[in-house]
């Protein structure tokens, strides 16, 4: 008789066992199952909000909360098991990296708060897309929430990035979920191409845009010819815009607006040649030489070992600001627009002191 009794034993219920059960009443308050051998179950409180419509004779599956209350059936959770089941679903998509859609609920400087699968998550502003990064000048912290703020309730399609169970940690990216469309469209593009794009950011360093999805960067040497002072004076955010690819690096652009208009002071000193001579004004006078404007866009520079044959010590007791003089050319570099110039005759040595 005891090993019969033994052999239909009813195993044992711990907090914390999941346990299916067959619904034998279910309203908006609780929810009884039928536990077979183990007894009788009861779901109640929020728990409630994780059952659906369910109806009697449905089976569920719950967790154990306390294996007998005083009145002797089970305090169960829906919620555990939803939530066992909500892990599982999540691996299963960082594993085949499934991209889907999930609508933010909420946002901070950091980032966007999300749920997917019954489970809190975090799609931080570094793995927001080219067409949803906050770009914003001087990293205004309060501008970033605002421009995060109006990405809440707006679906965006996903990969997870990174999760962990044990850490209740889930990590999700626009970035990824559009990464094979990013590279196919960069290796499409080549260097020297001209694109079209529209403005994502105005940052003091540069301007941002997004080329089809691509980031690209127009830094602040290459938005004009003229030096710049500030970007926002040349571009608004919205704003569509051509530029130059310069170079690719992996998914992102560099690009020039300045190379799609003719160098204004290339066009100045096309004329000149090596050897020639050109009148000039003495604009600054520094330790190491005197700079001369030559035309309204091309300034040169008189290095000190150029302005005599005679060793110098002091270039403000040879020249002075405001001074008209002719100066010999002796180099041209278009590229680095860079033009020297001397006041030594031609032919002239250094002078013994003078530096190289």
Known sequence: MEELLADHSVPEVSAGDVIEGSVIAADKHEIWLDLGARGTGLVIGREIEQAGNLQPGDTISAGVIEPESD?????????????????????????????????????????????????RGFLPVSQLSA????????????????????????????????????????????????????????????????????????????????????EGLVHISEIAWDRVDSPAKYVKVGQEVEAKIISIDRDKLSLSMKQLQDDPWANEVKDLKVGGEVDGTITRITPFGAFVQVTPVVEALVHISELSTEHVEDPTKLVKVGEKKKFRIIAIDPEAHKLSLSLKPAGAAKSAGDKE
Do not use: C
């Open 71 to 119: 009145d002797g059936y089970a305090i169960l959770s829906l919620k555990k098991v939803a939530k066992e089941k909500g892990w599982e679903a999540l691996q299963q998509r960082f594993d085949s990296g499934e991209v889907f859609a999930i609508t933010p609920f909420d946002a901070n400087k950091g980032g966007l708060l999300v749920e997917v699968e019954g489970i």
């Open 131 to 214: 067409e949803n990064y906050p770009r914003v000048s001087g990293a205004d912290r309060d501008e970033i929430h605002t421009r995060l703020t109006n990405l809440v309730g707006k679906p965006l399609q996903v990969r997870v990035l990174d999760l962990d169970r044990r850490d209740n940690k889930l990590i999700v990216s626009e970035k990824a979920a559009r990464r094979e469309d990013t590279e196919s469209k960069v290796a499409q593009m080549k260097v020297g191409s001209t694109v079209k794009g529209v403005v994502t950011g105005v940052v003091d360093f540069g301007i941002f845009v997004n080329v089809e999805g691509v």
